[in-house]
């Protein structure tokens, strides 16, 4: 585990980075622990809404129809057994009210900081896992997962954003990884107890779903004791507390180099009003098609949280018995954890590309194979031979695992790097928004195309990978190692983007300051545009 944090190589662009100091400290470590207990809450819900969704109480109390569909063992109901519109609401109704709250979280990270959002966000979260599990109609179940929405825009608004300020930049990759790895281990912890409350006869789900109050109440009182990340305070004008704060994160007295890139970069972004209109800018192209609106979408169109969702679905219309099914959910779910501790050691080692795509040639592997196994073998209303059922969850393994070490944690971790500081919590904003938008709408008509196109979703999602693929290789700089301040020279040296963004009469003055303070990088840039 610790592997993850030596110094990899690869200099840094002539900075300030070389000049900072700092160790890792008692501070910090509580700054994760709690940041990555947001991410469970995400996973936690992620995992327990699909194992409920297949758990017969709850069917029974709810979607009468679906479960007599689902008894019935029909001709047809080996892809239809589960698409119905109202149950998919179930689960997505979370992500709209996320898709929605997050823009008032992004207002709130701005003006009150990283922490407070947090907390809001926890409070949130508690409620509604109160409501669902005392649910007795179907209203009261949306209710519920609207208010666990709510708690999932703020979490995950301002948690990889507080992640990645209060990491030292040379391990920021493996930090704000905890993200992905917090919601990954909340998958299957979700897994795991979903496996025992299946077996607690009329209420076992409300027990699933209340349990979401734990790491909730974990995060309010963590949040108690945390320091606000400095580059929020030095958003908010607080500049002595943010220097103590960033010695005591640090460790250190010899803070003055990150700390003097923070002012500067805060009196950048305040010389920038409208945040959303700078988004905007030719100068901020390439952040807003690669960071906000290109890589929150496609790792939804991967196709991962649809096999995640319905992994217990999934399998069980596969035919895996009942528990069998949240059995192999809960395999898929520890794929994730591997994977996620894989990308941590790595991702600032190998770089991002390279895990990007690595993963991607595993994917549409992955999906092909799944594709052609159901083609050939399944859909008759026959159970599935041992064998063959084998390769099925290997493959779905091979490509959750490849999920996991990359567009996983890198769907969070690049947008978040990629934004300069006047436009991050507004970039994150849209970047929640996208992710969430896409989530819901391939839930909600993941089922309904599973049901028409049958095999034929699987080689969807292998097409798009495809497409990702092609769109990482071609338009996305390599960002290990590089200070996060330090980012936009990156496109101004990439083949494609560097023909944008000095179109922006705002580029070179908005840099300016940056040029004089390091005479390298202007040099380069200056042979650069010969």
Same mark, same amino acid.
């Given at each position: 585990m610790a592997g993850g944090f030596g110094g990899g190589g690869g200099e840094a662009i002539a900075g300030r980075a070389e000049q900072?100091?700092?160790?890792?400290? #008692?501070?910090?470590?509580?700054?994760?622990?709690?940041?990555?207990?947001?991410?469970?809450? =995400?996973?936690?819900?992620?995992?327990v809404s699909s194992g409920v969704t297949a758990m017969d109480d709850f069917l029974i109390k709810f979607f009468p129809e679906v479960y007599a569909r689902k008894s019935a063992h029909l001709h047809e109901t080996d892809y239809c057994k589960y698409d119905n519109q109202v149950l998919t609401l179930f689960t997505s109704s979370l992500y709209f009210a996320g898709l929605v709250s997050t823009f008032a979280a992004s207002h709130l990270t701005r003006r009150r900081g990283r922490r407070a959002t947090i907390m809001v966000g926890a409070v949130s979260f508690f409620l509604g896992g109160a409501v669902n599990a005392a649910a007795a109609n179907v209203a009261m179940l949306i209710a519920g997962r609207l208010l666990l929405g709510v708690g999932i825009g703020?979490?995950?608004?301002?948690?990889?954003?507080?992640?990645?300020?209060?990491?030292?930049?040379?391990?920021? #990759?493996?930090?704000?990884?905890?993200?992905?790895?917090?919601?990954?281990?909340?998958?299957?912890?979700?897994?795991?107890?979903?496996?025992?409350?299946? &077996?607690?006869?009329?209420?076992? @789900?409300?027990?699933?779903?209340?349990?979401?109050?734990?790491?909730?109440?974990?995060?309010?009182?963590?949040?108690?004791?945390?320091?606000?990340?400095?580059?929020?305070?030095?958003?908010? #004008?607080?500049?002595?507390?943010?220097?103590?704060v960033l010695e005591k994160v640090r460790g250190t007295r010899k803070v003055d180099a990150e700390f003097e890139d923070l002012r500067e970069a805060s009196e950048a972004a305040r010389a920038v009003r409208g945040t959303f209109r700078s988004l905007l800018a030719a100068r901020n192209r390439p952040q807003l098609i690669i960071g906000a609106l290109g890589i929150p979408a496609f790792q939804q169109l991967s196709g991962m949280n649809s096999i995640l969702f319905y992994s217990p679905v999934i399998f069980q219309s596969l035919g895996f018995g009942n528990s069998a099914a949240l059995y192999s959910s809960i395999i898929t779910?520890?794929?994730?954890?591997?994977?996620?501790?894989?990308?941590?050691?790595?991702?600032?080692?190998?770089?991002?590309?390279?895990?990007?795509?690595?993963?991607?040639?595993? /994917?549409?592997?992955?999906?092909?194979?799944?594709a052609v196994i159901l083609a050939l073998k399944f859909g008759h209303g026959e159970e599935l031979s041992k064998g063959v059922g084998t390769v099925l969850v290997v493959a779905i393994c091979l490509f959750v695992v490849a999920y996991g070490w990359s567009w996983g944690p890198l769907g969070w971790l690049v947008p978040s790097e990629l934004f300069p500081l006047e /436009?991050?919590?507004?970039?994150?904003?849209?970047?929640?928004?996208?992710?969430? =938008?896409?989530?819901?709408?391939?839930?909600?008509?993941?089922?309904?195309?599973?049901?028409?196109?049958? @095999?034929?979703?699987?080689?969807?999602?292998?097409?798009?990978?495809?497409?990702?693929s092609i769109f990482v290789i071609l338009l996305l700089p390599e960002t290990k190692q590089v200070p996060i301040e330090e980012i936009w020279?990156?496109?101004?040296?990439?083949?494609?983007? &560097?023909?944008?963004?000095? &179109?922006?009469? &705002?580029?070179?003055?908005?840099?300016?300051?940056?040029?004089?303070?390091?005479?390298?990088?202007?040099?380069?840039?200056?042979?650069?545009?010969?």
């Open positions: 900072y100091e700092g160790k890792i400290t #008692g501070y910090f470590i509580l700054a994760c622990i709690v940041g990555s207990f947001g991410g469970s809450l =995400f996973g936690y819900d992620l995992g703020f979490g995950n608004q301002a948690v990889p954003l507080y992640l990645s300020e209060i990491a030292p930049y040379n391990i920021r #990759g493996a930090v704000n990884q905890l993200f992905q790895l917090t919601t990954c281990l909340g998958i299957l912890v979700a897994d795991v107890i979903n496996y025992f409350t299946d &077996k607690i006869h009329p209420w076992g @789900w409300r027990l699933s779903l209340g349990l979401a109050m734990g790491p909730a109440t974990a995060i309010f009182v963590g949040a108690l004791f945390l320091p606000e990340t400095p580059n929020s305070l030095v958003e908010m #004008g607080r500049l002595e507390e943010a220097r103590r779910g520890s794929m994730l954890v591997v994977g996620a501790l894989v990308s941590m050691v790595v991702v600032d080692r190998l770089g991002r590309r390279f895990l990007f795509i690595e993963a991607g040639i595993q /994917m549409i592997s992955s999906m092909v194979v799944v /436009m991050r919590s507004a970039g994150q904003s849209v970047v929640v928004c996208v992710n969430l =938008f896409w989530t819901a709408a391939v839930a909600q008509c993941f089922l309904a195309a599973m049901c028409h196109l049958r @095999w034929g979703v699987f080689i969807l999602f292998a097409a798009l990978i495809v497409v990702m020279m990156l496109f101004d040296k990439h083949w494609y983007w &560097k023909r944008i963004v000095r &179109k922006d009469p &705002k580029y070179q003055g908005h840099h300016h300051h940056q040029m004089a303070a390091m005479p390298t990088a202007a040099a380069k840039s200056g042979s650069s545009e010969v």
